[in-house]
Nanobody, 115 residues
Framework: QAQLVESGGGLVQPGGSLRLSCAAS????????MAWYRQAPGKERELVAS???????IYADSVKGRFTISGDDAKSTMYLQMNSLKPGDTAVYYC?????????WGKGTLVTVSS
């Protein structure tokens, strides 16, 4: 079974930018949606952004205008461009791909926004 691996996390100052990537260990066929979630300490995992194969996107209100999701289902890759980062964006970020009958999750990458 394919595995997802996130990369690009790290420590950044408020106002800075990071670009997260998600790649699959092998090609995943039949992807319907690709999404980024995050989980901050002591909080539940929440949806950050999602994109369908048709290119329709959804963003959490807290990241609208700052984050941009993009994906290439043919290459089973996905990105999250994060600008104007705030301390409240600090969390472990997870990627998820959904196909018919299957959900694939990565193990997460830590993003810390702090001065």
């Amino acid at each position: 079974q394919a595995q997802l691996v996130e990369s690009g996390g790290g420590l950044v100052q408020p106002g800075g930018s990071l670009r997260l990537s998600c790649a699959a260990s092998t090609s995943i066929f039949g992807i319907i949606t690709m999404a980024w979630y995050r989980q901050a300490p002591g909080k539940e995992r929440e949806l950050v952004a999602s994109i369908t194969i048709g290119g329709d996107t959804i963003y959490a209100d807290s990241v609208k205008g700052r984050f941009t999701i993009s994906g290439d289902d043919a290459k089973s890759t996905m990105y999250l461009q994060m600008n104007s980062l705030k301390p409240g964006d600090t969390a472990v970020y997870y990627c998820r791909y959904r196909t018919v009958g299957m959900n694939y999750w990565g193990k997460g990458t830590l993003v810390t926004v702090s001065s």
